[in-house]
């Protein structure tokens, strides 16, 4: 039942956040894509109500504001408002404008020193919260990114989860050629954290990284690292691993043929269960 359950909120939030981009007529619709699953096994099978989720990589805000809404905490109305004149749903997410968004970001290389300070600070308070900050890896390139990783395992920041939507794409081209990341698990492992990876689009996948993130004995009192297997432009045939979709907007023709692909994606995924 929880496959069925994820399956169905994905690809709401996938039909949502693509009829935003449309009548945005904007891009970054395959980032959206990339790490849209990643969102909605967050929100709806992992987070806690006190927690708090930051979507660094801000310039695919469509989907955050997409499963916000899927979680009665936007309405449709709000949604209806994306890019427009005034609106708080703008190309990136705002400050202190959305309840369940903690911190403006977009800037790549901001969201998980924020993360991290954010998880700090509650622990000097006693509170029992979990911070979860989801990266792209092109923003890996960023020095923050790695002045965080060690921050957090010098102060064995447990109450942190970090995933990267490893999609191997990034602004400039393919992530290995603009600066390469691998071996990404044993560079992160090295500085005392532990690191899983998921296939970042399989509910089965992701749960069991949760699993082994509170489970695992190796994994006590080390902040977590999950990196996420994805496509950039996920269960779109014209968009996955095209970078041009990192910027594109869609025609009438593209729009509808991405919610076809979609919808036969999702009935045959349900049919399987």
């Not at 069991?208 to 509170?214: G, R, S, Y």
Request: aromatic letters at 10%; charged letters at 25%; glycine letters at 8%.
């Amino acid at each position: 039942m929880s496959n069925e359950l994820f399956l169905k909120r994905a690809y709401s939030v996938k039909q949502r956040f693509l009829g935003m981009y449309k009548a945005a007529n904007a891009g970054h619709i395959a980032c959206s894509l990339s790490c849209a699953d990643i969102l909605v096994f967050l929100k709806f099978f992992w987070l806690e109500k006190d927690d708090n989720l930051i979507l660094s990589k801000g310039h695919a805000a469509a989907a955050l504001y997409s499963m916000l809404a899927e979680a009665g905490e936007l309405s449709e109305a709000e949604i209806a408002t994306f890019y427009r004149d005034g609106t708080a749903l703008g190309a990136h997410p705002p400050v202190n404008q959305i309840k369940g968004i903690p911190f403006a970001t977009g800037s790549l290389g901001h969201g998980l020193p924020i993360s991290s300070g954010m998880a700090y600070a509650a622990k000097l308070k006693g509170e029992k919260r979990t911070f979860f900050c989801i990266t792209s890896d092109g923003e890996l390139d960023e020095g923050s990114v790695w002045e965080s990783a060690l921050f957090m395992a010098h102060h064995k920041q447990e109450n942190v989860v970090w995933l990267i939507d490893r999609n191997k794409l990034q602004g400039f081209g393919q992530t290995e050629d603009v600066i390469g990341l691998e071996p990404l698990n044993l560079k992160l492992k090295s500085f005392g954290i532990f690191v899983t990876e998921a296939d970042g689009h399989d509910y089965d996948s992701l749960r069991m990284a949760k699993e082994l993130c509170l489970n695992d004995p190796r994994a006590k009192n080390m902040p977590k690292v999950i990196i996420c297997r994805t496509v950039k432009g996920h269960g779109v045939s014209f968009m996955e691993n095209k970078i041009d979709w990192h910027y594109l907007p869609m025609t009438d023709e593209q729009y509808a043929l991405a919610l076809k692909e979609l919808k036969a994606q999702y009935e045959k995924d349900m049919l399987i269960q």
